[in-house]
């Protein structure tokens, strides 16, 4: 997924922005699992939240098909 995608670019960029003082989140629609399956077969350590009903992400108008 485009989330995927991001993600392992995110995670290389990650200190940048936790040096600054920010905390790194995604949202994706997938579930939970496999946002756990995927951050831990990537190394991603910054959060990965589901919305697998896509009710946040449309409510911030960024879901891409």
Request: charged fraction near 25%.
């Amino acid at each position: 997924t485009l989330l995927k995608a991001q993600a392992v670019v995110w995670s290389d960029s990650e200190k940048d922005f936790t040096d600054l003082g920010y905390n790194v989140a995604m949202i994706s629609s997938d579930d939970v699992g496999s946002l756990a399956h995927f951050a831990k077969r990537r190394k991603v350590a910054f959060t990965l939240l589901s919305d697998s009903n896509t009710e946040i992400i449309k409510a911030f108008d960024v879901l891409y098909d």
